[in-house]
Every structure is written in C-alpha cells, then in structure tokens.
C-alpha cells in the first residue's frame, strides 16, 4: 500500500529536550516536504527536499533541521524544542513538481 | 511567501444542502489543489486544476482555476455527513530556476448538520 509514515503519531516532550520526528513513504518520490498546522494558519511548510542530499527552507524554518540521506526518509529534528513549536506536523511526499502531494497520518507535538 | 486567502473559515450546513468555499492569491498559479482533511488525519486530494478555466468534477464535487490564475472555488453538491472535514485550498507556481513549493489556505472547517 502506498503511503507516508509518521513517527511518533504523538508526543510531549519538554523544553530543550532533542527530539527527531521520522518520516518514510514507499512511493520511491523525490520530492518530500515537512509542513505544520495551526489553528487559523492552515498548513505552512517548514523545509522541503527535492532529492537525496538536496533540501531548502519553506516559510517556517526556525528551530528545524532536515536531512535526505537516503530518498524514502525525511526526518524533522527540534534541536532544542520550544513551546511555540507545539505544533500537528505532517509529513508529505510528490512524484510530480506542482502535482499531488500525498500526506503521512501527522504527528502531534506538545513542548511543555 | 506567497499568501492565499480562503473563505469562509468555517461553514455549518444543512444535510443536502450545497457548499462553496474560494480561494484567492496576489500572485498567479499554474495549478490549484484542493484537499480535504477528515479528523485526525492527513490531508487527501480531492481536485487538481493545471490550466486557466478548467472546470472539474469528482462525483459531488466541482473545482474551477479562474481565468486571472489567482483565484478558485470549490462546490459541493447535496451534502452529506461524511462531508464534514477540513478543506484546503493550494496553490503552485515554479519559476525557472526555482524551487518547488506549494502554498496552503488557512482551511474551511465545514459542519453538516443532520
């Protein structure tokens, strides 16, 4: 089945504590994408990644780091977790530049 | 970055009755995306429009990319329960040299009631 997974589905953490949201999908795309939902804001994204070794900010960038060493993975990392970052994340993948995006289950975050 | 602006946020509806919600950019697109979002899940596309005046359909729904590429709206027909659900306008546009990146609406949050 074609998919995109989402690790943890949910989480608390607290302030400063390193955490890595993991992401995988089966669908062999290149591109992936990590985007953020809050209330009344819709879906911004934080970084996205073109291919292996190629990834770039989105709009909402701080407090986040990336990595696409291999294509079907597309972790997210707070390095030091904030509460503003309490956050659903989603992440998605794409075959096709301006085509569908297909979305993991999301990961609810809470930074206390 | 680009800024899409979709109305209403959220609409309570009528069982049967029909929907339409818009969106609009200062900037052009070159395509626009519809997805809804049922509770606790990712969103799902619903239409993709890729051409100025496209009108499409899937089953009860209707999606048109307006003719100034800045605007779309989505009509839903007859609604029924399982209608209700987060619905996400997107919008894409590439510059030679440019990344890939889509823009999202804020969302209509649509209730039907029984």
């Known amino acids: 089945e074609a998919q995109v997974t989402q690790n943890p589905r949910y989480l608390i953490t607290v302030t400063g504590k390193k955490l890595t949201v993991t992401c995988s999908q089966n669908m062999n795309h290149e591109y992936m994408s990590w985007y953020r939902q809050d209330p009344g804001l819709g879906l911004r994204q934080i970084y996205y990644s073109m291919n292996v070794e190629v990834t770039d900010k989105g709009d909402v960038p701080e407090g986040y780091k990336v990595s696409r060493k291999e294509k079907r993975n597309f972790p997210l990392i707070l390095e030091s977790p904030s509460p503003n970052q309490t956050s659903l994340y989603f992440c998605?993948?794409?075959?096709?530049?301006?085509?569908?995006?297909?979305f993991g289950e999301g990961s609810r975050l809470t930074v206390l | 970055g680009q800024q899409l602006n979709q109305s209403p946020q959220s609409m309570f509806i009528q069982e049967g009755e029909d929907v339409s919600m818009n969106c609009t950019s200062s900037s052009i697109f070159n395509t626009w995306l519809w997805y809804k979002q049922d509770p606790g899940e990712g969103p799902v596309l619903l239409i993709a429009?890729?051409?100025?005046?496209e009108l499409t359909s899937n089953g009860r729904l209707t999606a048109q990319f307006g003719i100034t590429r800045k605007d779309s709206f989505l009509n839903i027909s007859a609604s029924i329960p399982s209608d209700v659900g987060i619905y996400f306008c997107?919008?894409?546009?590439?510059?030679?040299?440019?990344?890939?990146?889509?823009?999202f609406g804020s969302g209509t949050q649509l209730t039907v009631l029984p």
């Open positions: 429009l890729y051409k100025a005046g």
């Open positions: 997107a919008g894409h546009f590439t510059t030679p040299g440019s990344a890939r990146q889509l823009t």
């Open positions: 998605a993948s794409g075959g096709v530049p301006g085509g569908e995006l297909f």
